[in-house]
């Protein structure tokens, strides 16, 4: 089963220093943090701010192509959690035929920021993050789940990148 989620927010990890996409589900029940490399993260945070730049970035060419090629982007799901890292996949339909395109996180959720198409989580990486969450070491990571699910507009705005 998959969760629908919308990005909350793009902020800087207050421990490792380290860009998190913070997805949220309609309800405000459930959320997932996605550590992102910085550059991902500065491809999400233009589409966010809306900010336009001289020359087309990687995610706004392939905008451009699949909308050239009259494909469009059906939704992205974060799809697998293995070893800390998560997989997604981007369902693309042409012609009335779905095509799943294998991809990092940051990326499918770049280009689904740039064609506004929905974003889902598969039921499976929530239940194997929160699992994942609970023996990892590196960080006590329930206090950090707990402080994410906490935030509001204004701690956004305090650790935004």
Excluded: Q
Aim: charged share 30%; hydrophobic share 45%.
């Amino acid at each position: 089963m998959e969760v629908e989620m919308k990005i909350r927010g793009l902020m800087m990890d207050p421990v490792t220093n380290m860009p998190i996409v913070i997805l949220k589900d309609a309800t405000g029940n459930t959320v997932l943090p996605i550590w992102v490399g910085i550059y991902e993260a500065n491809a999400i945070a233009l589409e966010i701010e809306k900010v336009s730049t001289p020359r087309p970035m990687t995610h706004d060419l392939i905008k451009t192509l699949l909308l050239g090629l009259n494909t469009g982007v059906r939704k992205v799901v974060v799809n697998e959690l293995k070893d800390d890292t998560f997989y997604a996949l981007i369902w693309l339909e042409k012609d009335g035929e779905l095509i799943s395109v294998d991809s990092r996180p940051s990326d499918a959720l770049a280009l689904a920021l740039r064609l506004d198409c929905p974003i889902f989580v598969d039921d499976s990486v929530l239940k194997s993050s929160k699992t994942a969450n609970a023996v990892n070491d590196k960080v006590n990571n329930e206090e950090l789940r707990r402080w994410l699910e906490g935030l509001n507009d204004e701690d956004l705005g305090r650790y935004k990148m």
